[in-house]
């Protein structure tokens, strides 16, 4: 596995894309690739990127049913190995966030090379 593969990570949304946003910026400032694909994405979409990217993980917002279909999706496109997690904002939500972005000077994150 390369050191370029080894710190690829895709991150999009099924859905509003605002905790996928916040997990994009974070990775970039700890010194990951990152392939931000946005929001309103279909699974079949965000597992197609994650292999045609050669990522080594994958970070969707959406919910746990979201994670097990591409977690699926990824297996039979054979890279079953890849890294998957999900990020809800629900929470947050719950404890008065409604901004993820306030004191972000730009809160959409860019493709690192």
């Known amino acids: ?3 370029a593969r080894s710190r690829r990570v ?7 894309d605002a905790a996928a946003r916040l997990v994009a910026r974070a990775l ?3 010194g990951r690739e990152v392939v931000f694909i946005g ?6 979409q965000v597992a197609r990127t994650v292999v045609s990217e050669d990522a080594a993980a994958v970070v969707l917002d959406g919910s746990v049913d979201d994670l097990g ?7 039979e496109a054979g890279v079953g190995h890849v890294t998957t997690s999900v990020v809800d904002l ?5 404890a008065g966030v ?15 090379a």
Do not use: F, K, W, Y
């Open 98 to 112: 409604t901004d993820p972005t306030v004191g972000m000077s730009d809160p959409t994150p860019h493709r690192t």
């Open 90 to 94: 629900s929470d947050a939500n719950a």
């Open 10 to 16: 895709v991150v999009g949304s099924c859905g509003d």
């Open 69 to 75: 279909r591409l977690a699926a999706r990824l297996e």
């Open 39 to 44: 929001g309103d994405q279909s699974i079949e």
């Open 1 to 3: 596995m390369s050191l």
């Open 28 to 30: 970039l400032m700890s």
